[in-house]
């Protein structure tokens, strides 16, 4: 169930009552590929590789802290998304999880459309050649300018928020001289098993217009009235990191109904239905994520039945995988720099990145993965705490782990499964500099996104 944040953020310093954390694993130097990337291996010598490129290596190269993402398991994931639901829905893949130009690039040829939700977003999609058409346009507050150049661009949808929104699309679309195509963004009243910062289908939040009270059915009637804008479509999404399909079924139950609604009321059958995101994946050994052909089936299925019980057609579908496609491609290497054990309780690990460059752990109270990359031990487990360099006691990256006991300064650790939101949501805290992301592939290893540097923070700094 969803949990309310602590007033003043977790209270991350508390003493962990006895038998709270999972014993250590029988083998420090495994690694699980359920959280790892495909890739991902030791070589003979115990270091790991991605790409077949020993991690030594890609910190000699590229410095440390940096976000490293397997190529080929991005761009076979993207695949598995795309196979999954065939020709006969689409998958938009949620931009905000991370965007890069070499991104987009690899979407556009593994055949996915974008899913953008801000002008930012939007020129990285455009600029990067995804076609306009394939590209749709989220956000509770679009501006002007942003909703103007998404149809001056020629974008497949633009997903409309909220009453005001469906006018002042409207408008720019007529003053363009488009019918610019929509869908609308309800909220269906269903609390998905998430934390509730991240829960979005539920009545008190920002996104979406309530089905309740007869808004979402009020909202069609506005859109369907207007001349520039061509409805063609609802929207919902229930939150995101959800393992249990239920939530989605009850989200299909609801958006069926108001189809049904707005075809008895106005004699139109909408043809598409956009189940949003939000499928989780294995940040640990304990979360077990399913399978693209899974969801699919499940999702297909779900929406046939509801449509065959209103004597509806079967819309298209849409779904937006971002954190199930990015997330488990990359992790996070850093160096370890201070040691630090405390009797009775833990030894704190600290590393040369933090919450500048992860924040999900302090925001989200979010669990991870670490391992020693750089060797292999034989040492007996400690119960650690990856810690950040930053000015701030809530620096955590990962909260609870166990690595070996000989751990030094120098050595490289990485933390899985971090391709979805840590670059995204990176920043300069205490004027540190945001890590590179480094694409890895056959050998081979790029820099797509480089490391900031001073000059980058001071060219802002005006004086």
């Not at 790991?48 to 440390?64: D, N």
């Not at 991240?198 to 979402?216: R, S, Y």
């Not at 859109?223 to 079924?249: K, T």
């Not at 081979?444 to 060219?459: F, H, K, S, W």
Request: charged residues 25%; negative net charge.
């Amino acid at each position: 169930m969803s949990r309310s944040a602590h007033p003043a953020g977790p209270r991350h310093a508390d003493v962990l009552p006895e038998g709270h954390y999972s014993a250590p694993p029988a083998d420090l130097n495994a690694l699980d590929p359920k959280v790892w990337a495909q890739t991902v291996t030791r070589d003979e010598d115990g270091v790991v590789t991605v790409g077949g490129i020993p991690v030594t290596r890609l910190a000699e190269e590229f410095g440390t802290p940096a976000y490293i993402l397997d190529e080929a398991d991005f761009r076979a994931r993207a695949r598995a998304w795309r196979s999954a639901f065939g020709t006969e829905a689409d998958v938009y893949y949620a931009g905000k999880a991370f965007l890069s130009r070499a991104v987009v690039r690899w979407l556009h040829e593994e055949g996915l459309n974008v899913d953008v939700c801000s002008g930012g977003e939007l020129a990285t999609a455009l600029s990067a050649g995804m076609p306009a058409e394939r590209i749709a346009f989220h956000g509770n507050n679009k501006s002007v300018d942003e909703i103007t150049r998404a149809v001056e661009a020629g974008v497949g949808h633009i997903v409309l928020d909220s009453f005001q929104e469906i006018v002042r699309v409207a408008h720019i679309a007529r003053e363009l001289g488009r019918r610019q195509k929509v869908l609308i963004r309800i909220t269906v009243g269903v609390e998905a098993h998430t934390h509730e910062f991240i829960a979005t289908a539920h009545e008190d939040q920002k996104f979406g217009i309530p089905l309740a009270g007869g808004q979402a059915a009020e909202a069609v009637r506005r859109a369907l009235q207007l001349d520039s804008l061509e409805l063609v479509g609802i929207h919902s999404h229930i939150g995101s990191q959800i393992f249990d399909m239920s939530g989605f079924e009850v989200a299909a139950h609801r958006v069926v109904g108001l189809l049904k609604d707005v075809r008895d009321e106005h004699g139109v059958e909408l043809p598409e239905i956009d189940l949003g995101g939000g499928l989780g994946i294995a940040y640990t050994s304990d979360d077990d994520p399913r399978e693209p052909h899974e969801i699919a089936k499940a999702l297909t299925e779900i929406v046939s039945r509801e449509c065959e019980a209103a004597k509806l057609r079967t819309p298209r579908i849409s779904v937006e995988p971002g954190r199930a496609i990015v997330g488990p491609t990359a992790f996070t290497l850093y160096e370890v720099g201070t040691i630090k054990p405390l009797d009775g309780l833990r030894t704190y690990v600290s590393v040369d990145g933090g919450m500048s460059d992860n924040i999900r752990t302090a925001l989200y109270d979010a669990e991870y993965s670490v391992a020693l990359v750089s060797r292999t031990s034989d040492a007996e487990p400690m119960l650690a705490r990856v810690v950040g360099k930053h000015c701030e006691s809530g620096d955590i990256v990962v909260k609870d782990a166990f690595l070996p006991s000989d751990l030094a300064p120098g050595d490289l650790v990485a933390v899985p499964a971090t391709g979805a939101y840590c670059r995204s949501m990176a920043s300069n805290y205490n004027h540190v500099l945001r890590p590179p992301v480094v694409a890895v592939e056959g050998g081979e290893a790029r820099v797509i996104v480089r490391r900031e540097t001073e000059e980058d923070l001071l060219r802002l700094d005006v004086g």
